[in-house]
């Protein structure tokens, strides 16, 4: 190292050992410099030497740490430091010591992937910071929330019901349906019943099981049925917070730990009293003694195992497990589909305490028949109409809010409904079918025909959809079914304007292509069209083969009374058929459009498909073997009325629940049909009214239009009609509705009701309608129909005959006409020119007035019955499919 260094110029004074010990001082830098002496320990590195500080090699290290070498400082980086330590080459020459932080992470002093991996301390304290964080929070909750108590859950506030104008309609709600009972008066199957059916773990967990909780999460996270984790605590507790039922996260960790405040503070008798007393039944029954007596009108204590394995089913839904239905809510809810489900979940039930050990084999073995239940009991109810137009808010409320508002929310009450209903209206409607009855139908004079007469109503605002009026029957707490929503009366020929819409929406099938056609490959058709009117006609298949069953049998379909409209050519226009209801018209023009087209057409215009199921797989399908409500026939006409703009009927405008709103209906339309089709179904429907089996219900200075309908057997008639503000459907019919409850219906024949020979549409319906709609509207702006514009091609008819001086009636053949023919008549070709000499007026001379009974049609003239669209006894070569409701017969 000496021949890269200067030697050290000979010391002043001291001689050689003096010089010795100066050079190895200054070379080697171990000894320590002599005291006063200045620079740094690294200067025997530069071009002068100086002498070690004080201090020796910790000093210098120091000293190095602290600001480093000369050298370092004027080049910077890499090389010894004065202290002979590795540095990095920092701005100082050397690594600064990391900083030490709270929390080491990413770690100080690591490189790569160790500056992410936590420290055992780092995991030690987040573990335990967590799980303490859970703990605080936990307590915190715990300590906050209150014990519910039975008597503060019963408690229930009114809900008011407000007419369309605001002003209030009625409250109700707060007289809640219930009576709390002690623990010893509540029988032992119920308690072993729902344990059995909800909470087996009842009498040993903490108010809630974890398993349990876990179950439910992991079947859901799998794709299975949503399932319950609660325990009977937890529902409960959930029950005495009816106020809040919100599915939010905050109020279902509130009920967790009330529920596990609740198990730490209560006895298990308690709390399944308090379960049982709260619990909603279903029939605004609220606990278990309102439940017996609104099923089984007994008090608690006397229900037997069966009885109360029934009660336990009950507690997972009454709109679903109440025999008696709730079609109103869900039309999936029908008497038969719960009777169903309520029977297989009670022997589930009782099966269940068998396996548990509540119940012996041999006592299960007595109970094998579904205990019989009671119909629903009229004090439940409000009276008169009223109580039909709450029952309908109410479950339009449950249904329209998507499970905002349930039903249970909604018997607690604390709702404000604003509804659609018109106050005057509503009595104009009641008053004019009482009018009907008064003065027609007497049950002391009649009781084998009259008896069981039944009334329906509905009226809906074309414009809006709203429901402003409904006859739901005599009186809600004597007739529990609302007449206005579903019944099962047929509507028959009131149905035929749909398939006419579909026949000028779609068009009419050719018959040379397949049977699934594009719209250019099918002819739309104008109401002009010629059909067939003949009596008991041959009915074919588009392609022109005959429709047979599938036993082979021929449909020959049948007019009202055997009547065969315009011979010998029995040749109608569309317009003259709907007219005076040929049923072999429309059955036929069903047949060339398809069924399935004519289903689209009344489900466009507002028919809910379930009402529909399985009715087009049958001609008769075109011709109302259907069953849909007075509610959803107005509301389908008044898309008709409003050119071919649908909306829903609806019920409700708005619910305000502690002064804010919680649900408001929104306007939803959808162009079901151009108005070019919806116009000229309404100009044809007009000519019914005007001139056909509807002229009962024409109004005095104001366009109306409607059409008739009864059905097979004379078991209901109907009208349906609509002015441009107003669309609607009256129904008749006969049946048991009290002793038949919750069992399958069956309507009664009107042969001689209210001493008519037979019932039609165009006689009680056309009537109620007529007195109602003329006060209902009156004083009302007079509203004209839109003229409707030409719509389609006339199919069907038939060229003009060549004249000849020696025409023969072997040779009256018309030629065959390149538009396909729609008449598909079975009968020996026409006469080319009709014989009009029986008739006043030509068949389609519409400056000339025709009488309903002039061409058969009947049902415009009081003294003909005919309603021109209803078969009288089905012809013997009639095929009859043994199908569930097939209707052998037509329909008018």
């Known amino acids: 190292m000496s021949e890269h260094r200067r030697k050290a110029p000979p010391p002043q004074g001291g001689g050689r050992a003096a010089a010795r010990r100066g050079h190895s001082g200054t070379s080697s830098g171990r000894r320590a410099a002599p005291q006063g002496a200045t620079g740094s320990p690294s200067a025997s590195y530069g071009p002068e030497e100086d002498e070690r500080p004080p201090g020796g090699r910790?000093?210098?290290?120091?000293?190095a740490q602290r600001g480093g070498s000369r050298r370092r400082a004027a080049g910077g980086g890499g090389g010894r430091g004065g202290g002979g330590r590795r540095g990095t080459g920092g701005p100082g020459g050397w690594d600064e010591p990391p900083k030490k932080r709270f929390i080491d992470y990413p770690r100080a002093g690591k490189r790569g992937a160790e500056r992410w991996i936590p420290s055992w301390?780092?995991?030690?304290?987040?573990?335990?910071?967590?799980?303490?964080?859970?703990?605080?929070?936990?307590?915190?909750?715990?300590?906050?929330?209150?014990?519910?108590?039975?008597?503060?859950?019963?408690?229930?506030?009114?809900?008011?019901?407000?007419?369309?104008?605001?002003?209030?309609?009625?409250?109700?709600?707060?007289?809640?349906?219930?009576?709390?009972?002690?623990?010893?008066?509540?029988?032992?199957?119920?308690?072993?019943a729902v344990m059995s059916a909800?909470?087996?773990?009842?009498?040993?967990?903490?108010?809630?099981?974890?398993?349990g909780i876990a179950r439910a999460v992991l079947n859901m996270a799998k794709g299975g049925q949503t399932q319950g984790g609660s325990t009977i605590t937890q529902q409960y507790v959930k029950n005495a917070r009816l106020d809040d039922q919100g599915q939010t996260f905050s109020r279902k960790f509130k009920e967790l730990f009330i529920s596990i405040k609740v198990g730490a503070t209560k006895g298990k008798e308690e709390i399944m009293a308090g379960y049982l007393n709260t619990a909603y039944y279903g029939r605004g029954a609220y606990g278990i003694q309102a439940a017996a007596r609104a099923y089984f009108n007994v008090d608690a204590k006397k229900l037997d195992a069966s009885q109360t394995a029934f009660l336990a089913a009950v507690l997972k839904g009454s709109t679903y497990y109440d025999p008696a239905g709730s079609v109103s809510i869900d039309p999936s809810a029908t008497p038969q589909a719960n009777r169903q489900r309520a029977e297989n979940r009670w022997k589930w039930i009782l099966d269940e305490e068998v396996k548990d050990g509540h119940l012996s084999s041999a006592s299960r073995n007595k109970y094998a028949t579904f205990p019989k239940v009671g119909n629903p009991r009229s004090n439940q109810r409000l009276s008169g109409?009223?109580?039909?137009?709450?029952?309908?808010?109410?479950?339009?409320?449950?249904?329209?809010?998507?499970?905002?508002?349930t039903e249970g929310q909604l018997r607690q009450g604390g709702y404000e409904i604003h509804t659609t209903f018109d106050k005057k209206k509503v009595q104009e409607l009641e008053n004019s079918v009482k009018k009907v009855?008064?003065?027609?139908?007497?049950?002391?004079?009649?009781?084998?025909?009259?008896?069981?007469?039944?009334?329906?109503?509905?009226?809906?605002?074309?414009?809006?959809g709203a429901i402003e009026a409904i006859y739901g029957g005599e009186n809600a707490t004597k007739h529990f079914t609302n007449n206005a929503d579903a019944t099962g009366a047929q509507v028959g020929s009131t149905f035929k304007p749909f398939v006419l819409a579909a026949a000028m929406k779609y068009g009419v099938r050719d018959p040379s292509g397949p049977p699934e056609q594009s719209a250019d490959q099918r002819t739309i058709v104008s109401p002009k069209s010629i059909y067939s009117g003949k009596?008991?006609?041959?009915?074919?298949?588009?392609?022109?083969?005959?429709?047979?069953?599938?036993?082979?049998?021929?449909?020959?379909?049948?007019?009202?009374?055997?009547?065969?409209?315009?011979?010998?050519?029995?040749?109608?226009?569309?317009?003259?058929?709907?007219?005076v209801s040929a049923n072999s018209v429309y059955v036929q023009l069903g047949m060339d459009v398809g069924l399935d087209k004519v289903q689209e057409s009344a489900v466009s215009a507002g028919i809910l498909q379930d009402s529909l199921k399985g009715a087009a797989d049958y001609p008769s399908f075109s011709i109302g073997t259907t069953s849909p409500s007075t509610i959803?026939?107005?509301?389908?006409?008044?898309?008709?009325?409003?050119?071919?703009?649908?909306?829903?009927?609806?019920?409700?405008?708005?619910v305000d629940h502690g002064g804010k709103a919680v649900y408001r209906h929104e306007d939803v339309a959808k162009q079901a049909f151009d108005p070019q089709v919806a116009d000229n179904v309404t100009d044809v429907l007009k000519t019914v009214v005007d001139k056909g089996t509807g002229t009962k219900a024409k109004l005095v200075d104001r366009p109306a239009a409607g059409k008739t309908g009864t059905t097979d057997d004379n078991k209901s008639a109907w009208f349906v009609g609509y002015t441009p503000q107003l669309s609607t459907a009256i129904s008749m019919y006969r049946m048991d509705d009290n002793e038949k409850k919750g069992e399958k219906r069956e309507f009664l024949k009107m042969y001689g009701t209210g001493g008519e020979k037979k019932i039609h549409g165009a006689s009680f319906p056309s009537v109620i309608w007529h007195d109602y709609m003329e006060t209902a509207l009156k004083g009302k702006k007079v509203e004209n129909f839109p003229k409707p514009e030409p719509i389609g091609k006339v199919v069907g008819a038939k060229p003009s005959p060549t004249p000849s001086p020696s025409v023969t009636e072997s040779s009256d053949k018309p030629t065959p006409s390149t538009t396909p023919s729609a008449t598909h008549s079975s009968e020996p070709p026409p006469s080319p020119t009709p014989d009009t000499s029986e008739t006043s007026c030509a068949p389609l001379d519409w400056d000339c007035e025709h009488n309903g009974d002039d061409d058969g049609g009947g049902d415009g003239d009081p003294g003909d019955p005919g309603d021109g669209g209803n078969t009288g006894d089905p012809d013997p070569t009639t095929s009859e499919p043994d199908e569930p409701g097939f209707i052998s017969g037509a329909h008018g």
């Not at 910790?58 to 000293?63: G, N, P, Q």
């Not at 008064?438 to 074309?462: C, H, L, M, W």
């Not at 026939?633 to 405008?653: C, E, H, I, L």
Request: charged share 25%; hydrophobic share 35%; no cysteine.
């Open 632 to 654: 959803r026939m107005a509301g389908a006409y008044a898309t008709f009325a409003n050119s071919g703009k649908q909306r829903d009927p609806y019920s409700v405008k708005e």
């Open 121 to 192: 301390r780092l995991v030690t304290g987040t573990f335990i910071g967590f799980f303490g964080g859970l703990l605080a929070v936990a307590g915190v909750s715990y300590a906050l929330v209150d014990v519910p108590e039975v008597a503060k859950a019963a408690t229930a506030q009114n809900n008011v019901y407000y007419w369309a104008d605001g002003s209030p309609m009625v409250a109700t709600g707060g007289e809640t349906n219930r009576q709390i009972i002690d623990y010893n008066e509540i029988p032992e199957s119920m308690r072993y």
């Open 437 to 464: 009855q008064k003065e027609s139908i007497d049950v002391k004079k009649r009781p084998d025909t009259d008896k069981y007469v039944q009334f329906g109503g509905a009226s809906v605002n074309p414009a809006s």
């Open 385 to 405: 109409q009223v109580g039909y137009l709450v029952d309908l808010a109410r479950a339009y409320t449950v249904k329209a809010s998507g499970g905002t508002i």
């Open 58 to 63: 910790a000093e210098a290290r120091r000293a």
């Open 198 to 211: 909800e909470n087996k773990t009842f009498e040993t967990d903490k108010g809630v099981d974890p398993m």
């Open 535 to 579: 009596d008991h006609l041959k009915i074919k298949k588009y392609d022109n083969s005959v429709w047979t069953d599938k036993e082979g049998g021929e449909w020959l379909q049948a007019n009202d009374g055997g009547d065969d409209y315009n011979p010998p050519s029995f040749d109608i226009d569309l317009r003259e058929g709907m007219r």
